[in-house]
């Protein structure tokens, strides 16, 4: 059961890999209205600062789930490790 279930997540692992490429393309689609906001506003700070907020939450929506993909891959394999003797 634990190798089916280990299995299961690497799979649905390297689907989410997919997912995370398309949420880059979806950041960059979100970051050129804001870099053209920006030139549009002279370059005040309040524009750059702006700017960087919606960066940095495009950013952040695209490195949390990378993050969170990795330590769900590690957990898995750290578990199939564990169970892997007890079987052999």
């Given at each position: 059961?634990?190798?089916t279930?280990s ?26 209205p ?25 950013a952040l929506s695209?490195?949390?789930p ?11 394999q ?6 892997q003797?007890?079987?052999?």
């Amino acid at each position: 059961m634990s190798v089916t279930l280990s299995t299961f997540l690497a799979g649905l692992l390297k689907v989410g890999w997919l997912a995370i490429i398309f949420n880059e393309v979806r950041g960059v689609i979100l970051a050129v209205p804001v870099l053209y906001g920006m030139y549009q506003a002279g370059g005040s700070a309040m524009a750059i600062w702006l700017g960087f907020c919606s960066l940095a939450g495009i950013a952040l929506s695209v490195i949390v789930p990378m993050i969170a993909a990795k330590k769900l891959e590690r957990y898995a394999q750290a578990k199939l490790a564990e169970r892997q003797p007890a079987t052999a």
